[in-house]
T-cell receptor, first 115, second 111 residues
Framework: DAGVIQSPRHEVTEMGQEVTLRCKPI?????LFWYRQTMMRGLELLIY????????DSGMPEDRFSAKMPNASFSTLKIQPSEPRDSAVYFC?????????????FGEGSRLTVL | QQPVQSPQAVILREGEDAVINCSSS?????VHWYRQKHGEAPVFLMI?????EQKGHEKISASFNEKKQQSSLYLTASQLSYSGTYFC????????????FGEGTQLTVNP
């Protein structure tokens, strides 16, 4: 299996621009998670989906952030408008179906720099 | 609430042992351990579930004390490849698949 695939790997943008990060989970996994990692705050859960339905978005910092999962093989995390404090590595992870708190398979991450 | 890891950093010589601790103020259902190398994604090491036994993964093992809401990761006879940042992630029964990660422990193994 190819693992969790994220794109882009690196994104540099200017404040105010829209940013879209993409994720393809491992086939057959029905949980998908978006995490953000910074030196100051560590690994933070932003939102997670089960069977394409958002379950918990309490970690989404503000309305500028939105996430969708239109089908089982694709999810997006959008930031509009972006701000310098959004600079971080954004990880997508997926896990096996039906397993509470199961092993997370992380993608390689998308490193976002907002100037 | 974020679990607390200790120590924040540790430096070892190859072959030495280390213990990394993770504690929570909340009742836990599960504890996950992950290792992340610089510039890479976190990689799963093991899960300990409430009521479960101590687990091992080669020379890396862990324990989970439910009463104290604590877990410890034991690295014995450390190898250079063990270098990285170790994260514990804690799950609660009421939180579904939501994990809260600690700040990480940076482990450096020198020759």
């Amino acid at each position: 299996d190819a693992g969790v695939i994220q794109s882009p790997r690196h994104e540099v943008t200017e404040m105010g621009q829209e940013v879209t990060l993409r994720c393809k989970p491992i086939s057959g996994h029905d949980y998908l998670f978006w995490y953000r990692q910074t030196m100051m705050r560590g690994l933070e859960l932003l939102i997670y989906f089960n069977n394409n339905v958002p379950i918990d978005d309490s970690g989404m910092p503000e309305d500028r952030f939105s996430a969708k999962m239109p089908n089982a093989s694709f999810s997006t995390l959008k930031i509009q408008p972006s701000e310098p404090r959004d600079s971080a590595v954004y990880f997508c992870a997926s896990s096996f179906p039906g397993l509470l708190s199961g092993e997370l398979f992380f993608g390689e991450g998308s490193r976002l720099t907002v100037l | 609430q974020q679990p607390v890891q200790s120590p924040q950093a540790v430096i070892l010589r190859e072959g030495e042992d280390a213990v990394i601790n993770c504690s929570s103020s909340k009742a836990l259902y599960s504890v996950h351990w992950y290792r992340q190398k610089h510039g890479e994604a976190p990689v799963f090491l093991m899960i300990l579930l409430k009521g479960g036994e101590q687990k091992g993964h080669e020379k890396i093992s862990a324990s989970f004390n439910e009463k104290k809401q604590q877990s410890s990761l034991y690295l014995t006879a450390s190898q250079l490849s063990y270098s990285g940042t170790y994260f514990c992630g804690t799950g609660r029964e009421t939180s579904g698949s939501r994990l809260t990660f600690g700040e990480g422990t940076q482990l450096t193994v020198n020759p």
